[in-house]
């Protein structure tokens, strides 16, 4: 059975830093990219950024980008978003999903049950 | 970027109803669109991909269409279970989109 566990949320003070991390089980995890999707507390979902199988490629929302790195260790099955000058914007459940491989265009089968980083002073 | 719109909103039906929601997107993506569904305080799940595929164990009663810049999800007997938020996610190009989002709740 496919599982991603995230954790790492929590409380951070605007400018502070949080990593978040996401235990995958179940499948080959070195076999699939990986995605971070987030939601703002009422709102809709906002794709935050990708990385491929290899860690070769990454890509980001422009509303992240510089702040946010993604990566991953296949050798643990683990992804990771480090945030870092965090904003009260930022304020979201963070939800890890895998992206499928199938048909052209692999969209995201299975997701975690998300994660809360909430950014207040 | 790519935009996706979509509409409505919010959408209010019985039991039974056929449900239409539309997701328009701001230039081509082929047919590398994906709808899911959310339901209050769940992660999202899979309903369709490549517009119109049917992911494993959704129910027949969904179904897709669309390509280029204009995709519908059907839902053609409104079941109880299906009283929830589906989001459309364009996979043609980085940035991901997601649309906005359309609320279905019971009349």
């Known amino acids: 059975e496919v599982q991603l566990l995230e954790s790492g949320g929590g409380l951070v003070q605007p400018g502070g830093s949080l990593r978040l991390s996401c235990a995958a089980s179940g499948f080959t995890f070195s076999s699939y990219a990986m995605n971070w999707v987030r939601q703002a507390p009422g709102k809709g979902l906002e794709w935050v950024s990708v990385?491929?199988?290899?860690?070769?490629?990454?890509f980001y929302a422009d509303s992240v980008k510089g702040r946010f790195t993604i990566s991953r260790d296949n050798s643990k099955n683990t992804l990771h978003l480090q945030m870092n000058s965090l904003r009260a914007e930022d304020t979201a459940v963070y939800y890890c999903?895998?992206?499928?491989?199938?048909?052209?265009?692999?969209?995201?089968?299975?997701w975690g049950q998300g994660t809360l980083v909430t950014v207040s002073s | 970027d790519i935009q996706l719109t979509q509409s409505p909103s919010f959408l209010s039906a019985s039991v039974g109803d056929r449900v239409t929601i539309t997701c328009r997107a701001s230039q081509g993506i082929s047919s590398y669109l994906a709808w899911y569904q959310q339901k209050p305080g769940k992660a999202p799940n899979l309903l369709i991909y490549t517009a119109s595929t049917l992911q494993s164990g959704v129910p027949s009663r969904f179904s897709g269409s669309g390509s280029g810049t204009e995709f519908t999800l059907t839902i053609s007997s409104l079941e109880p279970e299906d009283f929830a938020t589906y989001y459309c996610?364009?996979?043609?190009?980085?940035?991901?989109?997601f649309g906005g989002g359309t609320k279905v709740e019971i009349k």
């Open positions: 999903a895998r992206k499928g491989i199938v048909g052209g265009s692999n969209p995201l089968d299975y």
């Open positions: 990385i491929t199988s290899t860690s070769d490629t990454t």
């Open positions: 996610h364009q996979l043609d190009s980085y940035p991901s989109t």
